[in-house]
């Protein structure tokens, strides 16, 4: 499995970016997909978490501002930002739970970073 994030970018405070995230390959199901993001000198930190069945859950700091969905039949996840401020500044990587449907074993797997900037 491999994943594809696109969408980062440089955007001014208030507005709004979309990253998706393609995952590819094939024999497994994706279980739970997610959106991290680490800001220069700081620690990752998880932003958001769809799983397979629709349920969403998101980082304090986003609620409200950021939506993520999913598209199952692409394999496919995203993350709606808007009124971005400039703490919101990051590399954003996307990060998919899933399993190995011949042998049953669960895989983790992590996108490469997106950059998004924001301007004050």
């Known amino acids: 499995v491999q994943l594809q994030a696109s969408g980062g970018g440089l955007v001014q405070a208030g507005g709004s970016l979309r990253l998706s995230c393609a995952a590819s390959g094939t024999g497994f199901n994706i279980d739970v997909m997610n959106w991290y993001r680490q800001a220069p000198g700081k620690q990752r930190e998880l932003v958001a978490v769809?799983?397979?069945?629709?349920?969403?859950n998101y980082a304090d700091s986003v609620k409200g501002r950021f939506t993520i969905s999913r598209d199952n039949a692409k394999n496919m996840v995203f993350l709606e930002m808007n009124n971005l401020k400039p703490e919101d500044t990051a590399v954003y990587s996307c990060n998919v739970v899933g399993v190995v449907v011949t042998t049953a074993r669960y895989f983790e797997v992590w996108g490469q970073g997106t950059l998004v900037t924001v301007s004050s």
């Open positions: 769809i799983t397979s069945g629709g349920s969403t």
